[in-house]
């Protein structure tokens, strides 16, 4: 027994209470003033910076920066095909601008090859993410045209480069004329396949053509050797497919519609008069949605929701 | 020469005997296997990732190895006073620096080639379960030979820092010494920019100064080939020789010096 009296503790005890809640009072606090982010100067690393914080492991730190987009981009993701299928879609001039969800994706990737600039899946990966549309991705074909530009730089011979940017200029900025110049390009490199010269010419010729497009979705399905690229091939061939059923739907639906003299808006019109079966179902095996505007769509819940904006046929083709 | 071997054996039993040792071996081989399941988040770039991190830990744990080992042998022998037994003895000096060196070389080397088998062995076991397509996409085959020059240059880097650590380890405390070699490790792969330096800097001088200590530090970026391995680039035996002649020059220049200072030491 020290003898020593007990009050001291109890001060301790409350001081230490009373600090800790003050700590999280402040901390609620400082929360509520969240310092400006400057996503460019933190994240953006020269080639030589980069080498001079890692040393010798660029290609270990490259691999971290790559799991860290991929998974950066799957989270993303998500969540934006979440909200798109909870709430009604934006209007025209918001939807224009799609929320700045994917904003670290391409720093990311540009890190990533900075640090590595030979990680070829990351130039080819990375130029699909980018390129998706919202809400499967950020939209943006430009970033990925020059992530692959990017790649060019350092492996001049890799002509999967110039498919993936003809690709890109095909089926997400619409533009066949440098789509077709993207493939030639690329079949003018030694060791790239026979198909891509019948690819750059097919472009220029029927760019925007159903077909065309699902030629160059089946190459790229069959060429790739990687499950993530066939899965993609995949999904765009199935909303082709869905695409081509939509419009057989609509026209019945007009047609029916012009007949009975009244809109269809339900399935059940096309049901009870034995025109369909059943509720249709897409490719994906999810039922499409008729609209009170008597329009048919794939349902929010499809995973091949939304469908692509189709490549518009050429005048003449 | 026996004595030589003699101190080297003795050495490589006083680190084998080292639990520190045998932590960070286990420790490199447990991040080497759980870089299989780190590759399979990384999108069908399993192989680089084993790669990647295989290759890092190898250098990493190495470098620990070679410089918190390396650093003790000549000045844990004075702190310990064990070094009059052994300068009792017909022993001349010079070999106690090169025995002492050889020694830890033996037991770098041993590790690394522990290591390096527990690397082929998680590369096999995912190569073993790939299929022909996977196969023919990949840019270098699992269980490449190539990544044994990986392997090479690492141990002779490793190599250079231990002559390093030994060098400083003669005349300084090991606390100094390890500050010392980490420093020199570091600047070791800024020295191409040392190299540059009249690009930016106007001054005569310290042009001079930094071309001087391009020359004089040791230059380790030329030793890190894990990129080119990785991603299945030709290596050419021109620039393995050259790499690695370089390194034995050095080495040999680092241990002269030590060996020299050593003898000059005067104990009481």
Redesign the interface.
């Known amino acids: 027994m020290t003898g020593r009296p007990r009050l001291p503790i109890v001060y301790a005890v409350v001081a230490v209470l009373g600090l800790g809640a003050l700590s999280v009072g402040l901390q609620t606090v400082r929360d509520r003033y969240p310092l400006p982010a400057n996503q460019e100067e933190t994240l953006y690393l020269t080639q030589r910076a980069t080498?001079?914080l890692v040393?010798?492991?660029?290609?270990?730190v490259?691999?971290l920066y790559?799991?860290r987009a991929?998974?950066y981009f799957g989270n993303r993701s998500q969540r934006a095909q979440r909200l798109a299928s909870t709430f009604l879609p934006p209007p025209p001039a918001l939807a224009a601008n799609p929320p700045g969800d994917f904003d670290l994706l391409y720093p990311l990737l540009d890190i990533t090859t900075t640090l590595?600039p030979?990680?070829?899946?990351a130039y080819r990966?990375g130029a699909i993410f980018l390129s998706e549309d919202y809400p499967r991705g950020p939209g943006r074909p430009e970033q990925a045209v020059a992530l692959l530009e990017k790649g060019l730089q350092t492996s001049p011979d890799k002509w999967q480069y110039w498919q993936d940017i003809g690709f890109v200029y095909y089926w997400n900025k619409h533009e066949y004329p440098k789509a077709g110049a993207a493939f030639a390009r690329g079949a003018e490199i030694p060791g790239a396949p026979w198909w891509l010269r019948s690819l750059a010419a097919t472009t220029l010729a029927r760019g925007g053509d159903r077909s065309a497009s699902r030629l160059l979705w089946q190459q790229l399905g069959e060429t790739a050797?990687?499950?993530?690229a066939r899965n993609a091939a995949r999904l765009k061939l199935q909303q082709l497919d869905a695409i081509e059923i939509i419009e057989k739907l609509q026209k019945g639906i007009e047609v029916f519609a012009a007949r009975r003299g009244t809109p269809v808006t339900s399935w059940n019109d096309l049901i009870a008069a034995r025109l369909i079966p059943g509720v249709p179902l897409d490719p994906a095996g999810v039922p499409y949605e008729l609209l009170s505007s008597s329009r048919v769509g794939v349902s929010p819940q499809s995973p091949l929701f939304p469908l692509p904006f189709e490549p518009a046929a050429r005048p003449g083709s | 020469m026996r004595t030589l071997g003699w101190i080297a054996i003795n050495g490589f039993r006083e680190s084998v005997r080292d639990k520190v040792m045998y932590s960070l071996v286990v420790f490199a081989i447990l991040l080497i296997g759980t870089s299989y399941i780190l590759g399979q988040l990384t999108a069908g770039q399993d192989l680089k990732i084993m790669k990647d991190l295989g290759l890092s830990s190898i250098s990493i744990f190495g470098l620990f190895m070679s410089v918190f080992i390396g650093i003790g042998l000549v000045s844990k022998e004075v702190e310990r006073r064990s070094i009059y037994g052994l300068l009792a003895k017909p022993v001349r000096r010079h070999e106690i620096v090169l025995g002492k060196f050889a020694g830890l070389v033996l037991t770098l080397t041993v590790n690394i080639a522990i290591m390096t088998i527990a690397l082929y062995l998680v590369l096999a076991y995912v190569g073993w379960g790939e299929n022909e397509l996977a196969k023919q996409a990949r840019e270098a085959p699992a269980a490449d030979p190539a990544i044994l020059k990986a392997v090479v240059l690492i141990l002779v880097q490793l190599m250079i820092v231990t002559a390093t650590a030994l060098f400083f380890s003669t005349f300084s405390t090991p606390i100094l010494s390890a500050g010392l070699t980490l420093g020199v490790y570091v600047a070791g792969y800024f020295s191409q920019d040392l190299r540059n330096f009249d690009q930016v800097v106007n001054s005569k001088a310290v042009q001079m100064l930094a071309r001087g200590l391009y020359y004089v530090l040791p230059n380790f970026a030329p030793f890190d080939i894990t990129s080119q391995v990785v991603h299945g680039l030709p290596i050419s035996a021109q620039y393995m020789a050259a790499t690695i002649g370089y390194g034995v020059v050095y080495i040999a220049m680092l241990l002269v010096a030590g060996a020299t200072i050593f003898s000059m030491r005067d104990f009481k």
């Open positions: 080498g001079r040393f010798t492991h660029r290609s270990l490259s691999d790559w799991i991929i998974q590595d030979r990680f070829n899946i990966f050797n990687n499950e993530y």
